[in-house]
């Protein structure tokens, strides 16, 4: 099992430092530059040219990479290269905590409906519910959430005046105040992922109903519910770890409509303003936050599932 | 008219008044200054509001000042939505809607620019230029504190402005380049006074050092003399409300209990920025907001004739300038490019693309609103048999050129307007709508201005702000070898009128000018500027005394919440 960790960690740095270089090479191809953006199309070009020496993007890729490289080791993402020049740090963090914030709320949220609603449509295979599961979960994972986004506020916040547009709360508002905020946000990416995880639990739970280990336990008597408890739902529910899990990821970081919609600065919407300004250090750090986040939960799912199937441990070790 | 007045006004000239107010006082008598005009052009020379008073009564006109805003009710956070900023809040670099917004609330400027184009006295109380409008000499408000307590005076003038044109970067510059003032021009003389040296005359420089020209705050001495420290040390300036936090989503600003002004009736502003503007709209929508500075047309429709909210419109000069390469192929034949401007049916694009909210444009940069355009210049109009006509005396009748642009605002609209308009005389147009980036940066690394699309393409379509004078357009996009001169336009009797234009203070003289100009430019055509936008804003209607700024400064002094 170590080893399998061992080896899987590695890959996950291997990842993390190629994910980096494809980033900073691809930030190069980006149309403008770094000066041009901060200072307008009114500056002359000397004052422009003056800006990217002094901030050194005038270097070739490779020297700004190894510069900017050199101080991961250390924690050290770098400063920001336009205006206030803060550490990168500085500008990720809060931004990092917005998204953290909503991810908890929206896992909070889809983790319980979507295991429901595919239990439930699974120990129904084939009836009315599970139709009716099935189709409402699926009609909203293929509607853009920005467009669920845009109906819930007609509906919830303009229509009924229930919760804000905005999901940005008030400077030193309490808790409540920001789940109040939140809400809405967390509804929309909760709709999108509902029906995704309801089908992978439904999966699960079909094929754990007619796996042989269930048959024999209803043959030797067990109660109904003993059997599902037991049987079904401890084994349906592992392949459902492995998806949760991937969309942890992408509740951090893959939010940008959602963060647009809301006026919500996630890590989604810095990474992006970066990326428009050509901000590379803070586009590389962004989008590494991003990309460990995916490898860690991914790492994890697998542990776990490993931990859970003895088959999973024996494949890996081979 | 009594005898007193007659009186006043008779020693007023021969004792006090210059020889441009004398000029200024016989344009009013003799009916060639309406009084709206009569007002801008008094402001922008200095005259005290006692004197424009006396001069109005003396032709027969009402006092022009008075007017009271609405009682207002004490406290409460009015909540402002606007534009997301990248760029830095020190003054010397502000160029976006969204920062120069946030900075104009704590920051204060010497003159004010209002709506109708009327230069009013701010931190300055009142100004004089010499006689050939080289020196400009402003006196200062007395008793103007600072949020941190000090009392504002020429030092803080003279820094503040100098700190501004010594900066390569600044933004100031495109006001105030370094061929009109150096650092070393704005000279304190006297505790309340300071003079403004001009390389060359300028009849129009209190509107450019009112908020038009953002860049220019008044901060205090010792903060303006360390660059980059205005916003570390709280963005301290002499504006009703001082910050009390900000980051890029929001700021929060308290009231000023010493704001010179009188107290402020809000007890706080909070000013979100959106990336996005829908969210922006729906949040008024939603009552999240109290105000929204700045929207399109398309979104204002959604609270125009509805009780709770108001649209604020604001006719302004800004404009897309339509420029043809007069020095290159297929434009070098003027009947070519006066063919393309026929094409256009300019009330009908100003309908389809703005919803209205706009006004005729006349292939100049001289909108209505300036004073210094003369009315008498005929509206170019749609004409679809002269411009065939034209393509076919010029041998272009196959007619085929691609417009560069961006897809930012109205412009890719405004594109795919001029380019069905051309279709109708047999022109063949194809559009390169850019990402604005592209269409602003240089290509391949190479020199900026040699290479840069929106300088270099043969067609392009630009997006120009508003300014109170045409001064920048005139210098910078149609003079010859002007720094934004993208139709490479070249005429030295254009030049030569733009110049007596910048050094004539009367407004006769002004529109004798502008009348050249405008003639010789309907006769080239380098530029198409089919229409001029309208700024529009939008409120809930329980704001009181808030009025829209089509520069995107939140004007709120005297605001208050039903």
Known sequence: MARYIAKRVGLALVTLVLLSMIVFAAAQLLPGDLGRSVLGRDASAEAVAEYNHAHGTDRSAVVQYLDWASGLPRGDFGTSLVPPEEPVWDVIRPALLNSLKL???AFV????????????????????????ITVVGLSLAVVPEFVTGLVLILVLSIWAGWLPVTAQWEPGAGVVSQIQHLTLPAIALTLVLFGYVARITRAGVVEALDADYTRTAFLKGL???????RHVLRNALLPTIAVVATQVGYL??????????????????????????KDYT??????LIIGFTYVVVTLVADIVSALLNPRIRFEASE | MDRETRRLVEEFRRTDASEIDNNLIDELVAGELDRQEFLRRAAVFGLGAGTIGLLLRYVGDEPAFGATLEPAKVGGTLRVGTVAYNSSLEPYALR??????????????????????????WLARSWKPNRDLTVWTFQLRRGVKFHNGKTMNADDVVASFRQYLNQKSSQILSALPP???????VVKTGPYTVQFRLKAPNNAFPYLVSQTTYQAIIQPAAIAGKLDSWVPSGMIGTGPFRLKSQNKQRAELVRFNNYWGGKPPLDRVLVTFYTDPAPMVLALRAGQLDVVVQMSPQQSRAFKGNSRYRVYTVPVSSHNMFGMRVDREPFRDARVRRAVALTLNRPDIINRVLLGAGSLGDDSPFFKGFPSTDPSIQQRKQNLDLAKALLKAAGKEDLKFTITTHNQFDVPDYAAAVQAAGRQAGIDIDLNVMTYDDYYSAVGGGDYNSTTPWLNAPATITEYGARGVPNLYLTAAYMTNGVWNASKYANSEFDSQARTFLAAADIASQRKATKRMAGLLLRDTPVITAYFLAFTGAGSSRVRGYAADPISHIRVAKTSLA
Do not use: C, H
Not at chain 2, 96 to 121: D, F, H, R
């Open chain 1, 103 to 105: 991810a908890v709320f």
């Open chain 2, 96 to 121: 976006e809607a969204g920062s120069l917004g946030l900075a104009g609330i704590p920051g204060e400027y010497l003159t004010w620019t209002n709506n109708k184009l009327q230069v009013k006295p």
């Open chain 2, 179 to 185: 061929t009109m003032i150096d650092p070393s021009g």
């Open chain 1, 109 to 132: 949220l889809v983790v319980p409906f979507g295991l429901l609603g595919g239990v439930l449509s699974g120990l129904r295979a084939g009836k009315a519910l599970d139709r009716g």
């Open chain 1, 223 to 229: 109660p109904r519910n003993t059997v599902i408890r």
């Open chain 1, 282 to 287: 803070v586009l590389a750090a962004g989008v």
């Open chain 1, 252 to 277: 951090l970081g893959g939010l940008v409509a959602i963060e647009l919609l809301f006026n919500y600065r996630g890590i989604g919407l810095t990474t992006l303003e970066a990326a428009q300004l």
